[in-house]
């Protein structure tokens, strides 16, 4: 007899679970409410959070990174940008002397300030992405959301790590870098120009006015092109709605 008739009655497939778990993270309602067509939902949380505490996810993202990037699908002009999350009501009511009835685990360190901060929507987290223009996120970090984007945009590029097949060092320098105004200080442009990455990023205007003569290579006083700043805006895109 096979695997499958040999699992016990009213056990779901493991790709069942993987299932429930994508419709989870896809629709983010509650654990509770995943459908029981996918198996029971804590049996889906627990797969869930036993690959987050082990790296199995983080295994899986960078093997698929690498055989895309060696396919062809990665396109290495990236674009930079952040989004806010507005964090659940009971976020604000938890007290500070209490410690987490689990501890987070996994392969990542989670932040001192558990990524929350206060905003002008209450508590927040921000989520900062380099996204590649196949739409697809290479590297994520997640502040407290009253932090500023200019600060993150190194953290979040050198971030980038994909493998590539067997043996070697794994890809993290991409070609070119798009961003908005937030990001246009010259310390990133110094850092970007220091790593030999091209970039698009608008000059302020008040910067461009008050010293014309230090308009850097990479930069235009009336910002981006027209075909640069559609390209651009695909990471808005991609932030708030998800993959197109």
């Known amino acids: 007899m096979g695997r499958a008739h ?5 056990t779901a497939a493991p790709g069942q679970l993987i299932d429930g778990i994508r419709w989870r993270i896809r629709t983010g309602a509650p654990w509770r409410d995943v459908p029981q067509r996918y198996g029971p939902w804590d049996r889906v949380y627990d797969l869930f959070r036993r690959w ?19 396919n062809g699908p990665i396109i290495w002009e990236v674009n930079v940008d952040s989004t806010i999350a507005r964090a659940h009501q009971h976020a604000a009511g938890a007290r500070r002397c209490d410690l987490q009835k689990e501890p987070p685990g996994g392969v990542d360190v989670e932040p001192d300030d558990h990524a929350l901060g206060r905003s002008r929507g209450g508590w927040t987290t921000k989520l900062h992405l380099a996204v590649e223009q196949g739409q697809k996120p290479l590297s994520l970090l997640v502040t407290a959301g009253q932090r500023h984007d200019s600060p993150q945009f190194r953290p979040v590029l050198e971030s980038i790590r994909v493998p590539r097949p067997g043996s070697g060092r794994p890809r993290t320098r991409p070609a070119t870098v798009r961003a908005d105004r937030a990001y246009g200080s010259r310390a990133n442009r110094a850092y970007l120009r220091r790593r030999g990455i091209r970039c698009t990023i608008p000059e302020k205007a008040r910067e461009w006015i008050a010293d014309p003569g230090t308009l850097p290579y990479d930069a235009s006083p009336v910002g981006l092109g027209q075909a640069e700043w559609q390209e651009s805006t695909l990471l808005g895109v991609v932030v708030t709605t998800g993959p197109l």
């Open 52 to 70: 987050q505490r082990n790296g199995a996810w983080k295994r899986i993202l960078g093997q698929l990174q690498a055989r895309a990037d060696a």
């Open 6 to 10: 040999r699992r016990r009655a009213g």
